[in-house]
């Protein structure tokens, strides 16, 4: 019985495929290794099933429980635990949130007045609104502060440099659900104020039709990123509802897994930087 041997020729074809397959594989392997991705995953990557089930009772256990904290990391010092301060604000306005879109409709011949009624003629109204507004500009000054912290500190260096990342993502957003708060009351210091920031936004590059490279484009005033944030070319029921939407629910869901996700970072990259 005699084997039938392939020819160079024969075998050709499937040399190529192999010699691209492996430097795919090197260029993964290239990048996972790379410092940017292992800025974002601490442990190494898992190759067969027990690395993965360690990797992830190491990631949540650990987290939950871990075997010791830092003595500095329950120590409340002269920097006033900004962080800590803007995650119980960041709690009050959750829960304050709630209470006032019992008395709220997102709709112009409404918002006005059930403000007023709030304000006026439910028990506790204005106490509530007023905790909800001034956690809100609170909540803006302690992130800002946590942050001038991080970065005077120099806490955003290895190995935190990834969870500096999360950090100004979450002072964004910070900022635009104090932006999209402002409208709701509906009157006319919101509307001009509204009116001001979304003009501002008709000269963002690329996507502005008066900003850099925006009408090259083909941005218009219906078709830029002002008429996306508006729902129209002016500030009226389209925009009202559109901020409302994600005051109340975009921006909070987005909010709470970035902020999940940079407490479990503060663990796994080796707990809070001092001074608290």
């Known amino acids: 019985m005699s084997e039938e041997r392939q020819t160079p020729e024969q075998e050709s074809p499937t040399r190529p495929a192999s010699r691209t397959d492996g430097q795919g594989e090197g260029l993964l392997m290239r990048i996972i290794n790379s410092h940017f991705v292992r800025s974002i995953y601490r442990t190494p990557w898992p190759v067969d099933r027990r690395s993965r089930i360690l990797t992830v009772l190491n990631s949540l256990v650990l987290h939950l429980h871990p075997t010791r904290i830092p003595r500095h990391a329950v120590k409340v010092s002269y920097t006033w635990c900004m962080g800590g301060l803007s995650f119980y604000l960041m709690l009050l306005l959750t829960i304050t949130g709630i209470l006032l879109m019992f008395y709220y409709r997102p709709a112009p011949e409404h918002a006005y007045w059930d403000v007023k009624y709030l304000m006026n003629d439910v028990p506790f109204g204005r106490i509530l609104r007023n905790m909800h507004r001034w956690a809100a ?86 078709n830029d990123v002002r008429f996306a944030l508006l729902g129209g070319s002016i500030v009226g029921e389209n925009a009202l509802i559109r901020f409302y939407v994600w005051h109340c629910l975009g921006f909070p869901f987005i ?22």
């Open 137 to 222: 500009h609170a909540m803006l000054i302690t992130v800002w502060l946590h942050m001038l912290r991080v970065f005077l500190t120099g806490s955003y260096k290895p190995p935190r440099e990834f969870n500096w990342v999360i950090g100004v993502n979450l002072l964004v957003l910070t900022m635009l659900l104090s932006f999209t708060g402002y409208l709701l009351p509906w009157d006319q210091l919101a509307m001009w104020a509204v009116t001001v920031g979304t003009n501002m936004a008709r000269a963002t590059p690329f996507l502005g039709h008066e900003g850099p490279f925006g009408p090259q484009l083909g941005m218009t005033p219906y």
């Open 255 to 276: 909010h709470a897994w970035l902020m999940a996700i940079h407490f479990w970072r503060v663990r796994k990259d080796g707990g809070i930087s001092g001074p608290l």
